[in-house]
């Protein structure tokens, strides 16, 4: 199992940026993929974003495309996401999460973060 710890969040202007952060435990976290899913109220949950275990794919929900950017940092044990020009929409709870199954491309999350919030204001 890994544990996981999201910090970064907060709340910023549209168009501003933030740079969320997430350390992991555990020796295993090269080997896993990992992302971040948002959850805003009244919404479903998103799969943001995602990258494999060395950094070569990632993939990008449509509506941060261009603007969200994903990264790894595998000696950290971190992975980081990396948002520019953010929206109102943009608004939620960022959950970093990592696929402790240890799943095919693309991936499924068994672990989960507490979360940090992102505000967005008009």
């Known amino acids: 199992q890994v544990q996981l710890v999201e910090s970064g969040g907060g709340l910023v202007q549209a168009g501003g940026s933030l740079r969320l952060s997430c350390a992991a435990s555990?020796?295993?976290?090269?080997?896993?993929?990992m992302g971040w899913i948002r959850q805003a109220p009244g919404k479903e949950r998103e799969v943001v974003a995602a990258i494999d275990w060395n950094g070569d794919t990632t993939r990008y929900t449509d509506s941060v495309k261009g603007r969200f950017t994903i990264s790894r940092d595998n000696a950290k044990n971190t992975v980081y996401l990396r948002m520019n020009n953010l929206k109102p929409e943009d608004t939620a709870v960022y959950y970093c999460v990592a696929d402790t199954y240890g799943s095919t491309w693309p991936p499924s999350f068994g672990s989960w973060g507490q979360g940090t919030r992102v505000t967005v204001s008009s």
């Open positions: 555990g020796r295993a976290f090269s080997s896993y993929a």
